[in-house]
């Protein structure tokens, strides 16, 4: 017998709506149908990334990190302008109409300031002045905040010595948590950093301490995303092929609470163990190594 010979089958939401009415014994048959399954879908990607689910959107990216700055957005973020020779790196640009401020924390380019969290919201068309060296220059677009919103954790960090290829070294850097932060009696020592806080706002930010003492480190971190929405019935969700089961199962689940709720407790098994399975096969299988700590040891003379 002979096979397809492809691989090809990744179903869109339209079929993804369909297959879940007819678990719950319906057939889609109007727009509102459609649209109030796409909301569930949506919400269910929200689930998913509470549960650490979604593995495939992990990005690695990196920060140039500035001397004396120690918050740093979780993420990309920009501001085009005009011309950026004249600025200095480290130093405070504030709106001309909105008094919106930012640090710049780099200069990737001569139209584009990378630059912190601002605290209120710089406009298209204004001009932003440099405190230290007196620059200024025009806002070509308004700074988007998107890709630093999409961000949902961080797994793991190192800060990169940028000292070329043959003296380049990485060094772990530990995650302490809020309390553990606050209780940091010198946030202004600056050094190469050791540690670091997530703070988990709308628009997350890093906070790294030591604060960095130079402009030759970089923050390299695995970034965990959240996953793309659903907008459009023809749309393909973000999610592998081992993953169609779960994905299938969880929507006719949340389809169930408001259509079918004869069948909710049914659902919900059938979506739990395709959770379950799919959390089991989406893990890293690296060998696990334990050492013990010397601060346990103890010596019998």
């Given at each position: 017998m002979a096979t397809s010979g492809s691989k090809d089958?990744?179903?869109?939401?339209a079929d993804y709506i369909e297959e879940a009415f007819e678990r719950c014994g319906f057939e889609v048959r109007t727009g509102y149908d459609l649209k109030t399954a796409k909301r569930s879908l949506n919400l269910l990607f929200?689930?998913?990334?509470?549960?650490?689910?979604?593995?495939?959107?992990?990005s690695q990216d990196t920060l140039t990190l500035a001397d004396g700055i120690a918050d740093y957005p979780l993420g990309t973020l920009t501001m085009t302008v005009g011309a950026t020779a004249s600025f200095s790196v480290s130093e405070t640009i504030t709106g001309g109409t909105s008094n919106a401020t930012a640090f710049i924390t780099s200069k990737p380019s001569s139209t584009s300031l990378a630059i912190t969290v601002p605290s209120g919201t710089f406009s298209s068309g204004e001009t932003i002045t440099g405190s230290t060296s007196g620059a200024t220059t025009t806002v070509s677009s308004a700074v988007s905040l998107e890709d630093i919103q999409a961000s949902i954790d961080i797994l793991s960090a190192v800060v990169r010595t940028n000292g070329g290829t043959s003296t380049q070294s990485d060094l772990s850097i530990s995650r302490v948590s809020r309390d553990q932060y606050i209780n940091i009696p010198s946030k202004r020592t600056e050094a190469r950093p050791t540690q670091f806080y997530v703070d988990r706002t709308i628009t997350p930010v890093i906070k790294l301490w030591p604060t960095p003492n130079n402009d030759t480190y970089t923050l390299v971190f695995d970034r965990l995303l959240r996953m793309d929405d659903v907008d459009g019935y023809t749309n393909n969700p973000q999610v592998p092929f081992r993953f169609y089961p779960c994905l299938t199962a969880g929507l006719a689940y949340y389809i169930s609470m408001k259509r079918a709720p004869d069948r909710i407790q049914v659902l919900?098994?059938?979506?739990?163990?395709?959770?379950?399975?799919?959390?089991?096969?989406?893990?890293?299988?690296?060998?696990?190594?334990?050492?013990?700590?010397?601060?346990?040891?103890?010596?019998?003379?």
């Amino acid at each position: 017998m002979a096979t397809s010979g492809s691989k090809d089958f990744q179903p869109d939401v339209a079929d993804y709506i369909e297959e879940a009415f007819e678990r719950c014994g319906f057939e889609v048959r109007t727009g509102y149908d459609l649209k109030t399954a796409k909301r569930s879908l949506n919400l269910l990607f929200a689930d998913w990334a509470n549960r650490g689910l979604n593995r495939w959107t992990i990005s690695q990216d990196t920060l140039t990190l500035a001397d004396g700055i120690a918050d740093y957005p979780l993420g990309t973020l920009t501001m085009t302008v005009g011309a950026t020779a004249s600025f200095s790196v480290s130093e405070t640009i504030t709106g001309g109409t909105s008094n919106a401020t930012a640090f710049i924390t780099s200069k990737p380019s001569s139209t584009s300031l990378a630059i912190t969290v601002p605290s209120g919201t710089f406009s298209s068309g204004e001009t932003i002045t440099g405190s230290t060296s007196g620059a200024t220059t025009t806002v070509s677009s308004a700074v988007s905040l998107e890709d630093i919103q999409a961000s949902i954790d961080i797994l793991s960090a190192v800060v990169r010595t940028n000292g070329g290829t043959s003296t380049q070294s990485d060094l772990s850097i530990s995650r302490v948590s809020r309390d553990q932060y606050i209780n940091i009696p010198s946030k202004r020592t600056e050094a190469r950093p050791t540690q670091f806080y997530v703070d988990r706002t709308i628009t997350p930010v890093i906070k790294l301490w030591p604060t960095p003492n130079n402009d030759t480190y970089t923050l390299v971190f695995d970034r965990l995303l959240r996953m793309d929405d659903v907008d459009g019935y023809t749309n393909n969700p973000q999610v592998p092929f081992r993953f169609y089961p779960c994905l299938t199962a969880g929507l006719a689940y949340y389809i169930s609470m408001k259509r079918a709720p004869d069948r909710i407790q049914v659902l919900k098994a059938v979506y739990e163990e395709e959770f379950e399975r799919a959390a089991a096969e989406d893990r890293d299988r690296a060998s696990l190594s334990l050492t013990p700590s010397r601060d346990y040891y103890s010596f019998i003379s």
